[in-house]
């Protein structure tokens, strides 16, 4: 059965920096795509990074510059790097992982950024 666990969220003031990790584990198959989403309260979960076996990475515009993703193939991980963090960040943030056809979803970290 395969499991998405992220860890790493916490309470930040403006400006911090935060580094989420995830570990997809419980597949033979590589993630072809890992990435993180979050949702704010009273919002939709959106798209913050993707990072593709291939290297290939997408980021959400409100993050570029701030966020770094990063994988380990070798163990499944991917990892998010925060930097400058604003209030705006606030969130649940999840690791995704699409293994073959399918989506795995972890539990989600929460990332709060208030002075």
């Known amino acids: 059965q395969v499991q998405v666990v992220e860890s790493g969220g916490g309470l930040v003031q403006p400006g911090g920096s935060l580094r989420l990790s995830c570990a997809a584990s419980?597949?033979?198959?590589?993630?072809?795509?890992m990435g993180w989403y979050r949702q704010a309260p009273g919002k939709q979960r959106e798209l913050v990074a993707t990072m593709t076996n291939g290297g290939a990475i997408n980021y959400a515009d409100s993050v570029k510059g701030r966020f770094t993703i990063s994988r380990d193939n070798s163990n499944n991980t991917a990892y998010l790097q925060m930097n400058n963090l604003k209030p705006e960040d606030t969130a649940v943030y999840y690791c995704?992982?699409?293994?073959?056809?399918?989506?795995?979803w972890g539990q989600g970290t929460q990332v709060t950024v208030s002075s």
């Open positions: 995704n992982a699409q293994i073959v056809q399918y989506n795995y």
């Open positions: 419980g597949s033979v198959f590589r993630p072809r795509v």
